[in-house]
């Protein structure tokens, strides 16, 4: 966490300055320093800080002359001011002003260093009350139109059927009619199609229930990618080439049916951007989260294909967004709603070779059954 956390440190005592520079920096943490008053709204203003620490004493105005344009740039920063040994009044009237903390000098490094963990706690912490806020309006919403779908699902699949009933019989009076039933049949296959398309948004909106067990994860992406040729023999298909770190875990605890949904889909993907040219790159390692600092599983699907624009690489994940001539535009959001299940995330950024890399990032789960066996 502390790479992610910055910092704008307000001070035109050079030693000063630099004292908290080093100290922090040792830490971890991205800092950025001035020591004038416009230069910190210059910054402030081009830039998002998580904390601004700020002398009360600057050459071109004083530190609560800052504090209510900080705020205002930046909303959710922290500003921690600097102050004098005995200087209790400045201390409150910058409390009062909007400051979240104060220091005083002779600045005490082990005091800098609590408070800015406690900033980064507190981040977190907010961050994480957020993202459930998030989730509980996602799903309470999921619900809703889960319930509205199911109704419309069974309400529509007897009108379907009488449909496809009444055209099968038109059928058998129009066999000597090649061109009206070749109507019939594309009125058929548009049933079809929309039948399909009420059935994934039924899938999508349904609650998850992860049925975890022991999985091999290399092999998962090997039976996907074999079931997707078998499923396509005429289809021209890509190389799909397999590369897996020494030191990931063979197995993983997971649900493995709703993992290959998602690998099926992202190489489904992949092949139609390759155009059967290739080949589609996997990935497989265990590496360190950058926020939590603990193991994860990480496996991306790279392609060689024309990519996903910056703009659209959030809007790929949104239900019915797609840059297909055919699909729903479900597939990724499905996707993306398995692997938040699991704990994890699902993102999209540009590959080694220029086209699309789809990144699924899952952190390791215990099993519980081998864990009571033990």
């Not at 030693?15 to 520079?21: G, P, S, T, V, W």
């Amino acid at each position: 966490m502390p790479k992610h956390f910055s910092l704008l440190i307000v001070e035109d005592d050079d030693d000063a300055r630099r004292n908290m520079e080093d100290i922090l920096s040792l830490d971890g943490y991205r800092i950025e320093s001035v020591s004038h008053c416009m230069p910190a709204l210059a910054a402030a203003r081009e830039r998002q800080f998580d904390s601004v620490i700020v002398d009360w004493r600057l050459p071109d105005g004083s530190g609560g002359d800052l504090i209510s344009p900080l705020k205002h740039e930046l909303p959710n920063a922290t500003i921690i001011v600097v102050t004098g040994l005995r200087e209790f009044d400045t201390a409150v009237t910058a409390l009062r002003e909007g400051a979240y903390d104060f220091l005083s000098k002779p600045i005490n490094p082990e005091a800098l260093r609590a408070l800015i963990r406690r900033l980064v706690e507190r981040k977190q912490h907010l961050e994480q009350i957020e993202t459930a806020q998030e989730k509980l309006v996602a799903n309470e919403r999921l619900a809703a139109i889960g319930q509205m779908v199911a109704g419309l699902a069974h309400e529509s699949r007897n009108a379907f059927q009488r449909s496809h009933a009444c055209l099968a019989e038109l059928s058998l009076d129009l066999e000597d009619q090649p061109e009206n039933l070749q109507l019939v049949r594309k009125v058929q296959k548009a049933l079809d199609d929309l039948n399909q398309l009420l059935e994934e948004v039924r899938h999508y909106s349904a609650p998850i229930i992860l049925e975890r067990r022991e999985c091999d994860i290399r092999l998962l992406v090997e039976e996907t990618w074999r079931n997707i040729r078998d499923a396509k023999p005429t289809y021209v298909m890509p190389e799909m080439q397999i590369h897996m770190s020494k030191q990931t875990p063979k197995i993983w605890f997971l649900d493995c049916n709703r993992l290959a949904q998602v690998v099926r889909n992202l190489l489904e993907n992949a092949s139609f951007a390759c155009e059967g040219s290739g080949p589609i790159r996997v990935d497989i390692a265990f590496e360190e989260n950058e926020t939590t600092s603990k193991q994860r599983l990480s496996l991306s699907v790279s392609d060689n294909g024309s990519g996903v624009p910056p703009e659209n690489r959030e809007q790929v994940f949104v239900p019915f967004f797609t840059t297909k001539t055919r699909g729903t535009g479900l597939g990724l959001a499905i996707s993306r709603r398995i692997v938040e299940s699991h704990g994890g995330r699902l993102t999209v950024e540009e590959s080694e070779r220029g086209g699309a890399k789809f990144a699924i990032r899952i952190p390791p789960a215990v099993n519980r059954k081998s864990s009571r066996r033990r």
